[in-house]
Nanobody, 117 residues
Framework: QVQLVESGGGLVQAGGSLRLSCVAS????????MGWFRQAPGKERELVAQ????????SYADSVKGRFTISRDNAKNTVYLQMNSLKPEDTAVYYC??????????WGQGTQVTVSS
């Protein structure tokens, strides 16, 4: 059974930083693109950042460009999301996901990020 487990969320003041981690239970995910999504109350889930299987290619939502950095360590089966200069509008549940067959269809349970003003 495949599992993705996120950690690192919490409460932080505006301007602060957090680093989210997502550990995959199977090494096969090292061959997959991975992404971080978020969902705020009353809003649709949105793609925040994604990284290629090698880590050599990344992309970001316009709202987080220059503030967030996605990376991965395949030796540790882990994907990271470094979040700097956090804003109250970044408050959401953050999910990591694996892209298998062209779609994100494996999901973690989510971790709450709350940014106070």
């Amino acid at each position: 059974q495949v599992q993705l487990v996120e950690s690192g969320g919490g409460l932080v003041q505006a301007g602060g930083s957090l680093r989210l981690s997502c550990v995959a239970s199977r090494r096969t995910f090292n061959l997959r693109p991975m992404g971080w999504f978020r969902q705020a109350p009353g809003k649709e889930r949105e793609l925040v950042a994604q990284v290629s299987w090698s880590g050599g290619s990344t992309s970001y939502a316009d709202s987080v460009k220059g503030r967030f950095t996605i990376s991965r360590d395949n030796a540790k089966n882990t994907v990271y999301l470094q979040m700097n200069s956090l804003k109250p509008e970044d408050t959401a549940v953050y999910y990591c996901a694996a892209n298998v067959g062209g779609t994100y269809n494996y999901w973690g349970q989510g971790t709450q990020v709350t940014v106070s003003s």
